[in-house]
């Protein structure tokens, strides 16, 4: 293991690799769930966590470079003097690294408006598997030939490892409004989330959390959210003031239209910060039901929400398992999120049974297996759920093409011929 | 009826097969669109030329994105979504262009300011590979990080790596309020200035603004930046001999006025980079791009017979072994994209 401090060490501790024929996994924070910067064998860990400087703001073009330890929200407190802030806002912000968002791909509420990591990153100074650095992307709009920083970004550090990022910043915007939609039927809220897109409305967050979850947050954190609801939306809209007042007044129509109970738009920043504080500590929060829990990630085509959500509560009580839903709703990214006491004999095979069933049921509805977790280990061998052999196969010599000797992560993101035995299902001791 | 995930659309599955049956045994394939964009890149190779077919595949605007064959031209997607009350900005300045080759030349659109780089739209994408072999890249829904991002490849690739037969794009509302404004000062003034305006665009004698939203926000927008002068969308520059050129935003002023004092047709997209420039002759395109290598920045031939992009392609050895591992006989396409050491400057 080492600790680089520069694009120098790092390309350093890649060519001793290389030279030696030892594969290399780098590693931010370890916060990813699919296991994409767990070592496997032998490997020799770079973690970046002392590379965390922000290097260069340029408040006119609104660029950031940083170095790949840089937590996701250090970045946006550094550059929040200047009205700008960085857009993906991953659950964990706190913990994260940009390195690591770039590895994943990482999303976050925030991204339904404004895109995931990928549409945020313009060029990557990337140590590839043989040591040596290449920029790619960069601060002009365009770069000629393929574009090899749109491959790097989501590559789970099998491509080689960012070094320095550029990253686009966003103005803030003049005018936010929050609002806390609260439901009697889950059913209900899903149908909101629709009527709201139907409406010609890309809200600038869409979040969607269930009975329990929305139980759990209050009893933790007391943002205000209703204890006896089925389920909330917390909704965010952005821009300019009489754009997001008529988008404000028009999702309190299809809310209630849909069955709201209530609809309450936060008055000050104290409480949309407040409001932020409830879904961003979900996480938190459910530790106080079961000492375990397993993440699911996947997403499905916006329309098909509801039937997908009603068919995940049945995978749970199939399996006599507790379910919760806390999730970017707007965007079809679904979080099943299932808790439990590891204690329990045989529990683990249910989780297991439930979560695979879970994939099956996402991939039927027309979704994919992850919206910004990543394949990782976790759901390597799923692949072939949504890819052919062929494509499969597009992706392995696209992979080859950047790392010849196989040594930049192996066995992450595409499944060997085999299932392999000593893969486990879920990394433990991760963070969400 | 919808598109099964991980085939090509039943109404275009013979006419891919049909396609795929004629790259794999063609020695040189030329994809072609509407030659709206012919001339982006290098030459144009002599070859076996094969056409993407075309159709809007599959639309439900409750998911906000579309699936199209990749012949289906600008102006037909256009209008399918506009009577949706939404919009996929593709803005090639020829609404005869079709998707694919808007995708494959890399062509953002003036907008890109507002709604982003093409790159960001393409959700899924399969092509047809050398070998004959249909393949996908990426997923119909709007996150997905299932496997590396082959859709955002393909985004200027100019055909190199394979046939782009069938895209799913990612689309949004359509602006209820959408004008043009005049006004009398350069671009990083407006910029600094607006909120997020969907397109700042500058010339030698001012700037043109777009201004997209709500109604009221678009007037109060329009009353603070005092752009009371009504405009038309500016003409693009026209001429035998023109080029697209990526600098840093902060230099697009200065260029245009450097370009304008050469005597060019330019007009240069503010906050965004891109500046677009038209010459009467092969020289005065090849003084553009001497303009633009001392910004540094580069310029892309999009007509006339200067030298495709004049500078050698960054990191080209990986991407020339991105070519081998999807095209190993070189049969797409050749010579569209520098992937051997190119002279600097010069008219091919």
Redesign the interface.
């Known amino acids: 293991m080492c600790f680089p401090r520069s694009t120098e060490e790092v390309a350093a501790a890649v060519r001793v690799a290389a030279d030696h024929g030892v594969p290399f996994v780098a590693r931010g924070s370890g916060t990813g769930l699919a296991g994409g910067a767990t070592p496997l064998d032998d490997a020799v860990v770079v973690v970046t966590t002392q590379m965390n400087r922000v290097l260069e703001v ?1 408040p ?2 609104r660029i950031a470079w940083v170095e790949p330890g840089v937590l996701n929200l250090d970045l946006s407190r550094a550059v929040q003097h200047l009205g700008l802030h960085y857009a993906p806002d991953p659950s964990s912000q706190q913990a994260c690294t940009i390195g690591g968002n770039v590895g ?2 990482a ?1 976050g509420p925030h ?1 339904l408006a404004s ?2 990591t ?2 945020h990153v313009l060029a990557v100074d990337a140590v ?1 598997a043989d040591g040596e650095v ?3 992307g ?11 920083r ?2 790097f ?3 789970e550090g099998t491509m080689g490892i960012a070094a320095r990022i550029a990253v686009r910043l966003l ?1 803030d ?2 005018v936010v409004r929050t609002l806390l939609c609260d439901f009697g039927a889950l059913d209900d809220a899903a149908a909101t989330v ?1 009527g709201i ?2 409406a ?3 809200p600038a967050a869409l979040e969607m959390m269930d009975a329990e979850i929305t139980r759990a947050v209050e009893d933790f954190v007391g943002a205000g959210y209703p204890r006896d609801a089925a389920a909330v939306l917390l909704v965010e809209v952005d ?5 997001v007042a ?1 988008q404000v007044a028009a999702i309190d129509a299809v809310a209630r239209s849909h069955g709201a109970r209530s609809v309450r738009v936060a008055a000050d920043e104290a409480e949309r910060a407040l409001l932020w504080k409830g879904r961003k500590s979900a996480f938190g929060a459910i530790a106080r039901i079961a000492p375990d829990y397993y993440l699911h990630d996947a ?5 098909k929400l509801v039937d997908v959500l009603r068919r995940v509560y049945e995978i749970a009580a199939e399996q006599r398992l507790t379910m919760m839903n806390v999730f ?1 709703a707007g ?3 679904l979080h099943p999120l299932i808790v439990f006491d590891a204690r329990e004999p045989g529990v683990w095979s249910r989780v297991h049974d439930a979560g695979d069933e879970i994939l099956r049921t996402c ?1 039927a509805a ?10 990782g280990m976790e ?1 390597r061998d799923a ?1 072939p759920m ?3 052999p ?6 392995a ?6 790392d ?1 000797q196989g040594l930049a992560n192996p066995d992450k ?2 499944p060997r011929g085999s299932r392999c035995g000593e893969v486990r299902r879920a990394p433990e001791g991760t963070w969400v | 009826m ?1 598109v099964s ?2 085939t090509v659309a039943p109404a275009v599955a013979d006419a891919v097969a049909a396609l795929a049956a004629t790259v794999a045994t063609a020695p040189t394939v030329v994809p072609v669109g509407s030659r709206t964009h012919w001339e982006v890149g290098g030459p144009a190779p002599a070859g076996v030329e094969v056409r993407a077919p075309s159709g809007v595949l599959e639309y ?5 994105t579309v699936t199209v064959a990749a012949g289906t031209t600008v102006g037909e997607l256009d209008a399918v979504l506009g009577a949706a ?2 919009q996929c900005p593709l803005d090639s300045h020829d609404p005869a262009a079709t998707v694919g080759g808007v995708l494959a030349t ?1 062509l ?1 659109g003036p907008r ?1 300011l507002r709604y ?2 093409l ?2 739209r393409l959700l899924e994408v399969h092509l047809v ?1 050398a070998d004959g ?5 990426g ?12 859709a ?2 393909m ?3 100019l055909g190199t ?1 394979g046939v782009l037969v069938q895209v799913t794009l990612r689309c ?3 602006p209820a309020a959408s004008e043009w404004r005049r006004l009398g000062v350069p671009a ?1 003034e407006v910029l600094r200035r607006a ?2 305006p969907a397109a700042v665009l500058t010339d030698p004698t001012g700037t043109t603004v777009l201004l997209e ?5 678009v007037a ?2 329009r009353d603070r930046l005092g752009a009371s002068t009504v405009a038309t969308a500016p003409a693009w520059p026209t001429g035998p001999h023109r080029g ?1 050129i ?5 230099h697009v002023d200065r260029l245009v006025a450097d370009l304008a004092g050469l005597g060019l047709a330019v007009l240069g ?1 503010g906050g ?3 500046v677009h420039v038209a010459a009467p002759t092969a020289d005065g395109l090849d003084a553009a791009r001497t303009v633009a290598h001392a910004a ?3 310029l ?1 031939r999009e007509a006339g017979p200067l030298d495709g ?1 004049g ?1 050698d ?4 050895a ?2 020339a ?2 070519k ?3 095209d190993p006989t070189g049969k797409c396409n050749p010579g569209r ?1 520098p ?1 051997a050491p190119v002279a600097v400057g010069g008219v091919a």
Not at chain 1, 397 to 402: K, M
Not at chain 2, 60 to 64: R, S
Not at chain 2, 213 to 217: K, Q, S, V
Request: with cysteine; aromatic share 4%.
């Open positions: 340029d006119v073009e994943t791909n999303g991204c895109g995931v990928s549409a590839l290449a920029r790619l960069g601060t002009g709009p365009d770069v000629p030939g393929y574009d090899l749109g491959c970004v989501g590559s103005p915007p003049p629709s897109i139907a010609g409305i890309v821009g300019l003031p009489d754009g008529a997403v499905v085509p916006r329309t970017h965007d079809g990214n991939v027309g979704g994919v297996l992850s919206g910004e977790h990543g394949i759901k692949m949504i890819f052919t062929d494509d499969l196969d597009l992706q010599r696209l992979r080859d093409a950047f010849p993101v595409l | 919808g995930a991980g439900d605007p409750a998911e906000l009350g939404q890399g953002s890109r982003g780089p790159r960001n590979l072999r249909t393949v996908k890249g997923g119909r829904t709007v996150k997905n990080v299932s496997g590396y991002d082959v955002r490849l985004v200027g690739s790596l949004e509302p359509r990083a909120f997020r939203g709500f109604a009221e926000d109060a927008e697209r990526s600098v840093r935003p902060a997209e965004v980079g891109t540094g920045g580069w892309l992009f500078i392609l960054p990191n080209r990986l991407m072994r991105i081998d591992a999807l994209l992937l």
